[in-house]
């Protein structure tokens, strides 16, 4: 099933700056592709459409922050997560994140703080 915009209440999306990424070869034909400020342009023209809201969000360390216990990847002498590091283990409280799992968390909570 596709997800629509018109049955949810919130959406929320970092707000990249594709230009930076762009210098990223591993990324830019991807980013280049997609036209990722368009995407969010429709995505903040659907939910005006339907009356919901739509917020983009800081993208800073998003993919480094552990959700659980907050701790930040690169910081007390240790190394910030590369593109390569799809698993990590929060060396201050022990989780296990899914690279990608643990930055939609960020995301949610990030949007959710910008909205209170």
Request: aromatic share 6%; net charge positive; charged share 25%.
């Amino acid at each position: 099933p596709k997800a629509e915009i018109r049955n949810t209440d919130l959406e929320g999306a970092e707000g990249l700056r594709s230009k930076n990424m762009l210098k990223n070869h591993a990324l830019a034909l991807s980013i280049s592709d997609v036209g990722w400020r368009t995407f969010l342009g429709m995505l903040a023209y659907k939910a005006k459409l339907y009356g919901r809201q739509f917020i983009t969000i800081n993208p800073r360390n998003t993919t480094q922050t552990c959700c659980d216990c907050g701790f930040v990847m690169g910081t007390n002498g240790t190394d910030k997560l590369t593109l390569d590091d799809r698993k990590w283990t929060c060396p201050n409280c022990g989780i296990h994140h899914i690279r990608d799992w643990n930055a939609a968390k960020n995301i949610l909570d990030k949007g959710i703080a910008k909205l209170a």
